[in-house]
């Protein structure tokens, strides 16, 4: 597998100060969870959740990023925030899903994917408050409509979704039981690998992964077809025991 990209030497952008100003402009009462990434590995744990198919799960699939933060308001919306890998100036801002939905109520809805916002947290916050939130208000509230009101499937029928899974060697596999959606993945570059039960994107190339995953969600989304990504489970022993996270903050701030 090929490495993924890394940022430069001298970038010295700091995700933890310029989330904390962002907060302080943003509308409402925000906690602010600040992660380092020890392992490459850590930088998809934290962003399994991110409701972006474009510009931000590229920058996660190609490249190395270090540090995260996640911004959650009282009501339960998160942000997610890092550095934009190609352009010193810029950070990315993306919503995160709310956890504990069911896939299926994501069908057919549109993900509200992230924006790249100016270094300057005051015009950030104008754009994430003009662009972002309100995409995001809605997408938040189709999916909770879906959750509340499932349809009713008809007898023998199957759920359509498809669940991708980052494996520890950058790979994604992704699982469904529908025909449909089976040949949107094969069409994109996925092949089924019997030994995994799943249809397998290799990370040889994260560049061309990244594209692959984009268009395979959008075409899914055109077929009324949820799409999930996952960070692959940790081991029953090592998920058991206490994980110290010295790089991880939190704190709160309110405009």
């Given at each position: 597998m090929t490495a993924p990209h890394t940022l430069p030497a001298d970038d010295s952008r700091d995700v933890e100060s310029f989330a904390t100003v962002l907060s302080e402009e943003l509308p409402g009462h925000w906690t602010i969870q600040y992660h380092q990434h020890a392992?490459?590995?850590?930088?998809?744990?934290?962003?399994?959740?991110?409701?972006?198919?474009?510009?931000?799960?590229?920058?996660?699939?190609?490249?190395?990023?270090g540090a995260d933060a996640h911004l959650v308001r009282d009501d339960g919306m998160s942000l997610y925030v890092t550095v934009h890998p190609r352009h010193e100036e810029?950070?990315?801002?993306?919503?995160?899903?709310?956890?504990?939905v069911a896939p299926e109520a994501y069908a057919g809805v549109r993900e509200p994917d992230g924006i790249a916002v100016p270094a300057d947290a005051e015009r950030a916050?104008?754009?994430v408050t003009?662009?972002?939130?309100?995409?995001?208000?809605?997408?938040?509230?189709?999916?909770?409509?879906?959750?509340m009101n499932p349809p009713q499937p008809r007898?023998?029928?199957?759920?359509?979704?498809?669940?991708?899974?980052?494996?520890?060697?950058g790979s994604l596999a992704a699982v469904t039981t529908t025909r449909p959606s089976a040949e949107?993945?094969?069409?994109?570059?996925?092949v089924w690998e019997s030994a995994a039960k799943a249809y397998v994107l290799g990370g040889d190339d994260t560049r061309?992964?990244?594209?692959?995953?984009?268009a395979a969600g959008a075409r899914l989304a055109r077929l009324g077809i949820a799409t999930v990504l996952r960070a692959a489970a940790r081991p029953a022993a090592e998920a058991t025991l206490p994980t110290p996270q010295p790089g991880a903050r939190t704190t709160a701030r309110t405009r």
């Amino acid at each position: 597998m090929t490495a993924p990209h890394t940022l430069p030497a001298d970038d010295s952008r700091d995700v933890e100060s310029f989330a904390t100003v962002l907060s302080e402009e943003l509308p409402g009462h925000w906690t602010i969870q600040y992660h380092q990434h020890a392992r490459h590995e850590e930088q998809f744990t934290h962003a399994e959740n991110v409701w972006d198919l474009n510009e931000v799960a590229a920058a996660l699939a190609e490249y190395a990023l270090g540090a995260d933060a996640h911004l959650v308001r009282d009501d339960g919306m998160s942000l997610y925030v890092t550095v934009h890998p190609r352009h010193e100036e810029e950070f990315l801002v993306a919503a995160i899903a709310p956890a504990g939905v069911a896939p299926e109520a994501y069908a057919g809805v549109r993900e509200p994917d992230g924006i790249a916002v100016p270094a300057d947290a005051e015009r950030a916050a104008r754009a994430v408050t003009a662009d972002l939130l309100p995409r995001y208000d809605i997408a938040l509230a189709q999916v909770r409509h879906n959750a509340m009101n499932p349809p009713q499937p008809r007898p023998g029928a199957q759920q359509e979704q498809v669940v991708m899974t980052w494996l520890e060697d950058g790979s994604l596999a992704a699982v469904t039981t529908t025909r449909p959606s089976a040949e949107v993945l094969l069409a994109e570059g996925f092949v089924w690998e019997s030994a995994a039960k799943a249809y397998v994107l290799g990370g040889d190339d994260t560049r061309p992964q990244a594209h692959a995953v984009r268009a395979a969600g959008a075409r899914l989304a055109r077929l009324g077809i949820a799409t999930v990504l996952r960070a692959a489970a940790r081991p029953a022993a090592e998920a058991t025991l206490p994980t110290p996270q010295p790089g991880a903050r939190t704190t709160a701030r309110t405009r």
